[in-house]
């Protein structure tokens, strides 16, 4: 049986969303349940500035207090050199940097232009390097920008290899809107998988329009075996408005079960964090 990963997102792609903050308490008991269920990757915050994304406040607290087991890595979002020493100090087994495939989303979301968002990443890369440790890079808007339209999937591919050439171990396509119709996204994994192969690649999709299992399997069928996802479908995009939760988590891993793909989750355990992260939204 081949096998697929899933990186849960809830933590932090998930709860940055929600307008009341989270107590650290019971982030931290969410990641522990979703620990508990085997998922073997959770991106659990993001080492930001507070004004900008309230949420993520303590991420210190939240990086310092995960439960740690043999196999589980935790990842931090970083947005500079300053997050990724921040998160490296506090723990953290893997950094993620982000940047987008639109200049006016790139501009909106962390005010640069997409030039400048991988330029202010190679410190980040270098402190990365300097420590062992592996660099995930997002690159948002695959397939729409909530400012300029459709987006070409050569675009796209150039984002991508750059993130390459900076040094990321890992690229996941962002379908930041969850509009796209599984066409589109063929066309967008097909361009980007000439260029990379498809285990340097993830799957990132929200599932606005309901078309986000269709995707996966888009990228299944192109050789792509990692896929985020979030605890009952938390999440969206400050910067994209209208965007809805991410795919959830528990979908995931029965489409991927359905389809013969081992993903080491327990179903039963897994639905009882999926319960407690729907208790949060809205919790604040």
Known sequence: MDAAVIV???????????????ATADKLALIG???????SRIEATAFVAPKWVPQMADHDAVMRGVPRRAGLVYSALVPNVQGAAAAIAAGADELAIFTAASESFCRRNINCTIAESLERFRPVMALAAEHGLPVRG????????PYEGAVAPAAVTRV????RDL???????????GRAE????AALVADVAASLPPERLAGHFHDTGGQALASIDV???H???VFDAAAAGLGGCPYAPGAKGNVATGRVARHLAARGFRTGIDAERLAEAEAFAAALRGAG
Do not use: K, M
């Open 8 to 22: 849960e997102v809830g933590p932090r792609d998930g709860l940055q969303n929600e307008p009341g903050f989270v």
């Open 182 to 185: 599984p066409g589109r996204v």
């Open 223 to 225: 050789g792509i075996r």
């Open 138 to 145: 997002y690159v948002s808007c695959v397939t729409d920008c």
């Open 219 to 221: 990228c299944l069928a």
């Open 160 to 163: 991508a290899l750059a993130l």
């Open 33 to 39: 349940r979703l620990a508990a269920s085997g998922l």
């Open 167 to 177: 040094g990321c171990t890992e690229i996941a396509l962002g379908e930041t809107l």
